[in-house]
Structures are given as structure tokens and as C-alpha cells.
């Protein structure tokens, strides 16, 4: 998969960061603080199909920090909770939550860029890691998990190779189940997969993360995979 990012250098005292954001923005994606009470990542096929890309990206670019602005999105009819947007770090990177505000000061004069990713390496890493969630759920080591912080309305989720990668599988799979939902044709958000087993456990219970689709407006753009797409209605000047 390609991915169109905007690269950044900023700095936080005598460190620098590489840091990408998507270009375009995720204009119909938004995300909720799961720190709260329930967070609902929604966002309609483009955005979930390039955020599992940027979640890819993410596993395997230990030195580059994935920011992806979500708060200014077009604001959905169910969006629970607050506004937050997402950044994705290695955990190998030791990014501190609280040196973002810092960062993302100096997020100006990107630069375009292009980056690949490779899915069948993701399917690889993230199939291993939920052979291992299977195996011992209850007991995955701190590095099996993402790590959630919220921060400077920032969802921050740190995390290793493999659970990046697993995470990168549960948002191609909501891109590609959400639309096939008569829901969807229906204008309303589908829970389509979540990331809350690949948050840690408290007390048997962890953060919940959850992923919807939902088409953008106005409907008549979208068609359910499967139908006959909707034809243009003769106008009067039709030839």
C-alpha cells in the first residue's frame, strides 16, 4: 500500500523527531477518549482502510512518530465522549507524552513524501500476535500490548512490531465489513472490530477501543459492495 504523508522534523530541546501525518487529512474519521469511559474510533472506508496502513507503517518505523490529526474532523451524529487525536510511537522510541505539545509546535514546513507498506509482512506479524492473545490472553507479557496515554487532547498509543501490526488487521477488516452492513446504506455507524483486547487488562477489565464504519454525507456517493451502482438520473439535456 501507498500512503501520501507529510514529514516533519521538530524538536523538543536537543532532541529531534521524525514525525508523518496523512496528506489529506482524515477528514471523516474521528476518535473519542477511551481514557474516560468508552472511545469509538468511526471514520468511513478511506480513513480506516489508510489508518490500518498507517498503523503498518507505524510497526515497522521504530524512529518515526505517526501523528494523525482527527480533532478538526467532520464531526459525526454519534461520536461519544471527547474529541482526541492519535499518535502512534514505537515503544523502542521513548516518546513522552508530555514533550508533544513541544512537538507538535514545530509540526510546520512538512515536507511530501511517499511511504510503502507491506501487507502480507502485517498479515504475518499480526496473525502471530493473536496466536498468542489466544494462547494467553490473561497473561500477554507489557510489550504484547499498546500502551494508551492521553495527553494535550492526544490519544497516544506506544506500542511494539506486532501489535501494531494486529492492529493494522482489525481496521482493514472494519474498512472492508463495515460497508456491507445494511446499516451502512442506512446513513448509521456500524461496529464493525475493536483494538480493546490489545489494551492492557485492570481488574479483569480493560479501556475499550471500538471501531465503526460509517459512510460519509450525503449518501447518495455510496453504494453497498455488491449492488449495481446507483445511475445518474437523466437531466433534461441528457444526450
Same mark, same amino acid.
Not at 61 to 84: E, F, K, M, N, W
Not at 148 to 168: I, M, Y
Given at each position: 500500500?501507498?500512503?501520501?504523508?507529510?514529514?516533519?522534523?521538530?524538536?523538543?530541546?536537543?532532541?529531534?523527531?521524525?514525525?508523518?501525518?496523512?496528506?489529506?487529512?482524515?477528514?471523516?474519521?474521528?476518535?473519542?477518549?477511551?481514557?474516560?469511559?468508552?472511545?469509538?474510533?468511526?471514520?468511513?472506508?478511506?480513513?480506516?482502510?489508510?489508518?490500518?496502513?498507517?498503523?503498518?507503517?507505524?510497526?515497522?518505523?521504530?524512529?518515526?512518530?505517526?501523528?494523525?490529526?482527527?480533532?478538526?474532523?467532520?464531526?459525526?451524529?454519534?461520536?461519544?465522549?471527547?474529541?482526541?487525536?492519535?499518535?502512534?510511537?514505537?515503544?523502542?522510541?521513548?516518546?513522552?507524552?508530555?514533550?508533544?505539545?513541544?512537538?507538535?509546535?514545530?509540526?510546520?514546513?512538512?515536507?511530501?513524501?511517499?511511504?510503502?507498506?507491506?501487507?502480507?509482512?502485517?498479515?504475518?506479524?499480526?496473525?502471530?500476535?493473536?496466536?498468542?492473545?489466544?494462547?494467553?490472553?490473561?497473561?500477554?507479557?507489557?510489550?504484547?500490548?499498546?500502551?494508551? !496515554?492521553?495527553?494535550?487532547?492526544? #490519544?497516544? @498509543? +506506544?506500542?511494539? /512490531?506486532? =501489535?501494531?501490526?494486529?492492529?493494522?488487521? $482489525?481496521?482493514?477488516?472494519?474498512?472492508?465489513?463495515?460497508?456491507?452492513?445494511?446499516?451502512?446504506?442506512?446513513?448509521?455507524?456500524?461496529?464493525? !472490530?475493536?483494538?480493546?483486547?490489545? #489494551?492492557? @487488562? +485492570?481488574?479483569? /477489565?480493560? =479501556?475499550?477501543?471500538?471501531?465503526?464504519? $460509517?459512510?460519509?454525507?450525503?449518501?447518495?456517493?455510496?453504494?453497498?459492495?455488491?449492488?449495481?451502482?446507483?445511475?445518474?438520473?437523466?437531466?433534461?439535456?441528457?444526450?
Amino acid at each position: 500500500m501507498r500512503l501520501r504523508v507529510e514529514e516533519f522534523r521538530p524538536r523538543a530541546g536537543r532532541y529531534a523527531f521524525r514525525v508523518v501525518q496523512p496528506r489529506p487529512a482524515l477528514r471523516h474519521t474521528t476518535l473519542s477518549d477511551p481514557m474516560r469511559d468508552w472511545g469509538y474510533l468511526v471514520g468511513d472506508h478511506d480513513g480506516l482502510a489508510r489508518l490500518a496502513g498507517l498503523f503498518s507503517f507505524a510497526a515497522y518505523s521504530l524512529h518515526t512518530v505517526v501523528h494523525i490529526p482527527l480533532r478538526q474532523s467532520v464531526p459525526r451524529d454519534y461520536a461519544p465522549g471527547v474529541p482526541v487525536d492519535l499518535v502512534l510511537a514505537h515503544q523502542s522510541l521513548g516518546l513522552r507524552p508530555s514533550v508533544w505539545p513541544a512537538l507538535r509546535r514545530g509540526l510546520t514546513h512538512g515536507v511530501p513524501r511517499t511511504v510503502r507498506t507491506d501487507e502480507r509482512r502485517t498479515a504475518r506479524h499480526g496473525s502471530a500476535w493473536e496466536e498468542r492473545w489466544n494462547r494467553r490472553w490473561d497473561r500477554l507479557p507489557r510489550a504484547d500490548r499498546l500502551q494508551p !496515554a492521553v495527553h494535550a487532547r492526544t #490519544l497516544f @498509543l +506506544s506500542g511494539a /512490531r506486532d =501489535t501494531f501490526a494486529a492492529a493494522s488487521l $482489525q481496521l482493514a477488516w472494519a474498512a472492508g465489513i463495515g460497508p456491507l452492513s445494511k446499516r451502512a446504506g442506512k446513513g448509521y455507524d456500524v461496529l464493525s !472490530a475493536s483494538l480493546t483486547t490489545l #489494551l492492557p @487488562l +485492570s481488574r479483569g /477489565r480493560g =479501556t475499550e477501543l471500538d471501531i465503526g464504519f $460509517q459512510a460519509y454525507p450525503p449518501l447518495a456517493h455510496f453504494t453497498r459492495p455488491g449492488r449495481p451502482a446507483r445511475r445518474r438520473r437523466p437531466t433534461a439535456v441528457w444526450p
